[in-house]
Protein backbone atom coordinates (compact mmCIF):
# COMPACT_ATOMS: atom_id res chain seq x y z
CA UNK A 1 0.00 0.00 0.00
CA UNK A 2 1.10 3.44 1.36
CA UNK A 3 4.93 2.05 1.39
CA UNK A 4 5.01 0.73 -2.07
CA UNK A 5 3.86 4.07 -3.22
CA UNK A 6 6.38 5.62 -1.53
CA UNK A 7 9.27 3.51 -2.60
CA UNK A 8 8.27 4.38 -6.38
CA UNK A 9 8.20 8.21 -5.96
CA UNK A 10 11.86 7.34 -4.55
CA UNK A 11 12.99 5.66 -7.38
CA UNK A 12 11.33 7.93 -9.79
CA UNK A 13 13.12 10.94 -8.36
CA UNK A 14 16.62 9.44 -7.47
CA UNK A 15 17.24 5.86 -9.54
CA UNK A 16 15.53 6.89 -13.25
CA UNK A 17 17.82 10.18 -13.49
CA UNK A 18 20.25 7.98 -12.21
CA UNK A 19 20.28 6.41 -14.90
CA UNK A 20 19.96 8.85 -17.68
CA UNK A 21 23.29 8.25 -19.37
CA UNK A 22 26.00 11.52 -19.42
CA UNK A 23 27.16 12.50 -22.45
CA UNK A 24 30.58 14.87 -22.23
CA UNK A 25 31.93 15.74 -25.70
CA UNK A 26 35.72 16.86 -26.64
CA UNK A 27 38.14 18.19 -29.55
CA UNK A 28 41.68 17.06 -29.11
CA UNK A 29 43.92 18.96 -31.55
CA UNK A 30 47.57 18.37 -32.90
CA UNK A 31 47.07 14.38 -31.28
CA UNK A 32 49.67 12.24 -32.56
CA UNK A 33 48.27 8.60 -33.81
CA UNK A 34 49.70 5.14 -34.09
CA UNK A 35 49.62 4.55 -37.77
CA UNK A 36 47.47 1.47 -38.68
CA UNK A 37 47.01 -1.63 -41.22
CA UNK A 38 43.55 -3.04 -40.93
CA UNK A 39 45.03 -6.43 -42.12
CA UNK A 40 48.09 -6.63 -39.91
CA UNK A 41 47.43 -6.92 -36.15
CA UNK A 42 51.13 -7.47 -35.46
CA UNK A 43 52.56 -4.15 -36.86
CA UNK A 44 55.79 -3.61 -39.02
CA UNK A 45 58.57 -1.42 -37.79
CA UNK A 46 58.17 1.63 -39.60
CA UNK A 47 55.30 0.76 -41.61
CA UNK A 48 52.16 0.05 -38.78
CA UNK A 49 51.64 -0.52 -35.38
CA UNK A 50 50.43 -3.44 -33.22
CA UNK A 51 47.26 -3.91 -31.77
CA UNK A 52 48.62 -3.77 -28.23
CA UNK A 53 50.67 -0.54 -28.80
CA UNK A 54 47.45 0.63 -29.85
CA UNK A 55 45.41 -0.33 -27.11
CA UNK A 56 48.04 0.76 -24.72
CA UNK A 57 47.98 4.12 -27.03
CA UNK A 58 43.97 4.06 -26.71
CA UNK A 59 44.33 4.14 -22.84
CA UNK A 60 46.67 7.29 -22.62
CA UNK A 61 44.26 9.22 -24.93
CA UNK A 62 41.27 8.30 -22.93
CA UNK A 63 42.68 9.07 -19.50
CA UNK A 64 44.36 12.64 -20.76
CA UNK A 65 48.02 11.51 -20.47
CA UNK A 66 49.99 13.98 -22.02
CA UNK A 67 52.05 11.70 -24.98
CA UNK A 68 55.09 13.72 -25.41
CA UNK A 69 57.53 12.18 -23.10
CA UNK A 70 58.64 14.90 -20.70
CA UNK A 71 61.35 13.38 -18.22
CA UNK A 72 59.89 15.99 -15.45
CA UNK A 73 56.75 14.42 -15.89
CA UNK A 74 55.72 12.13 -12.44
CA UNK A 75 52.55 11.13 -14.13
CA UNK A 76 54.14 9.55 -17.06
CA UNK A 77 56.82 9.29 -19.77
CA UNK A 78 54.60 7.47 -21.98
CA UNK A 79 54.86 8.54 -26.18
CA UNK A 80 53.00 7.43 -28.60
CA UNK A 81 54.36 4.25 -30.51
CA UNK A 82 56.01 4.96 -34.26
CA UNK A 83 54.60 5.65 -36.83
CA UNK A 84 52.63 7.66 -36.01
CA UNK A 85 51.25 10.51 -37.64
CA UNK A 86 49.57 14.07 -36.11
CA UNK A 87 46.05 14.61 -36.52
CA UNK A 88 45.01 18.38 -36.03
CA UNK A 89 41.70 17.54 -34.87
CA UNK A 90 40.38 14.36 -33.05
CA UNK A 91 36.96 13.87 -31.40
CA UNK A 92 36.69 12.12 -28.66
CA UNK A 93 32.64 11.54 -27.00
CA UNK A 94 32.13 9.92 -23.61
CA UNK A 95 28.92 8.48 -22.49
CA UNK A 96 28.65 7.26 -18.77
CA UNK A 97 25.50 5.35 -17.72
CA UNK A 98 23.93 2.12 -17.80
CA UNK A 99 23.68 1.21 -21.50
CA UNK A 100 22.32 -1.62 -23.28
CA UNK A 101 23.53 -4.40 -26.09
CA UNK A 102 21.49 -2.99 -28.24
CA UNK A 103 22.02 0.82 -27.94
CA UNK A 104 26.03 -0.11 -28.17
CA UNK A 105 25.38 -1.93 -31.90
CA UNK A 106 23.38 1.40 -32.79
CA UNK A 107 26.05 3.30 -31.82
CA UNK A 108 28.24 1.21 -33.88
CA UNK A 109 26.07 1.25 -36.90
CA UNK A 110 26.08 4.99 -36.66
CA UNK A 111 30.37 5.12 -35.96
CA UNK A 112 30.31 3.20 -39.50
CA UNK A 113 27.91 5.53 -41.35
CA UNK A 114 30.70 7.96 -40.93
CA UNK A 115 32.56 6.52 -43.51
CA UNK A 116 30.26 6.77 -46.20
CA UNK A 117 30.41 10.65 -45.90
CA UNK A 118 34.19 11.91 -47.61
CA UNK A 119 35.94 12.21 -44.27
CA UNK A 120 39.74 12.33 -43.69
CA UNK A 121 39.81 9.46 -40.41
CA UNK A 122 41.53 6.32 -41.50
CA UNK A 123 39.84 4.26 -38.64
CA UNK A 124 37.76 5.15 -35.91
CA UNK A 125 37.13 3.29 -32.04
CA UNK A 126 34.22 2.33 -29.96
CA UNK A 127 35.35 1.40 -25.99
CA UNK A 128 32.87 0.19 -24.17
CA UNK A 129 33.97 -0.24 -20.03
CA UNK A 130 31.90 -2.86 -17.84
CA UNK A 131 32.10 -1.44 -14.05
CA UNK A 132 35.21 -2.31 -12.29
CA UNK A 133 33.32 -3.31 -9.24
CA UNK A 134 30.17 -5.25 -11.57
CA UNK A 135 28.99 -8.47 -10.03
CA UNK A 136 29.51 -10.50 -13.64
CA UNK A 137 31.75 -10.19 -16.73
CA UNK A 138 31.64 -12.42 -19.21
CA UNK A 139 29.74 -15.34 -19.48
CA UNK A 140 27.36 -14.18 -16.62
CA UNK A 141 30.14 -15.46 -14.31
CA UNK A 142 31.43 -14.36 -11.13
CA UNK A 143 33.68 -11.09 -12.17
CA UNK A 144 36.76 -11.07 -10.04
CA UNK A 145 37.68 -7.36 -8.70
CA UNK A 146 41.06 -8.66 -7.39
CA UNK A 147 43.33 -5.98 -8.69
CA UNK A 148 41.63 -3.22 -11.37
CA UNK A 149 38.53 -4.73 -11.88
CA UNK A 150 39.23 -4.80 -15.91
CA UNK A 151 36.23 -5.19 -17.77
CA UNK A 152 35.74 -3.61 -21.55
CA UNK A 153 35.89 -4.66 -25.14
CA UNK A 154 37.49 -2.07 -27.96
CA UNK A 155 36.02 -2.03 -31.56
CA UNK A 156 38.67 -0.52 -34.25
CA UNK A 157 36.81 -0.16 -36.84
CA UNK A 158 38.49 0.97 -40.67
CA UNK A 159 37.39 2.97 -43.92
CA UNK A 160 36.80 -0.40 -45.63
CA UNK A 161 34.61 -1.69 -42.82
CA UNK A 162 37.38 -4.07 -41.63
CA UNK A 163 37.76 -4.41 -37.93
CA UNK A 164 39.85 -5.00 -34.57
CA UNK A 165 38.26 -6.50 -31.50
CA UNK A 166 40.08 -6.35 -28.63
CA UNK A 167 38.94 -7.49 -25.16
CA UNK A 168 40.42 -7.33 -21.50
CA UNK A 169 39.69 -9.01 -18.70
CA UNK A 170 40.64 -9.35 -15.16
CA UNK A 171 43.44 -12.52 -14.63
CA UNK A 172 40.73 -13.63 -12.15
CA UNK A 173 37.99 -13.67 -14.44
CA UNK A 174 37.02 -16.32 -17.46
CA UNK A 175 38.23 -15.23 -20.96
CA UNK A 176 35.42 -13.72 -23.62
CA UNK A 177 33.17 -16.09 -25.63
Not at 24 to 33: A, E, K, N, P, W
Not at 45 to 59: D, K, Q
Not at 117 to 141: C, I, M, Q
Not at 152 to 160: A, E, P, Q, S
Request: proline share 6%; charged share 20%; hydrophobic share 35%.
Amino acid sequence: GAEGSTLMSYFSKNQIQALKPKITFSTLRDLQCPVLQSNDLQGKPEESCSTEELFEWLGAVLNQVSLDNKSSSFLSTYCCPEPNTVVEKAFLCTITGFIIPEKIIQILEQLCCYFSEPKLAYWLTLTVHGFADSPVSWRENEHGFHKGGENLYNFVIFRNLDYWLQMAVGAHDDCPP
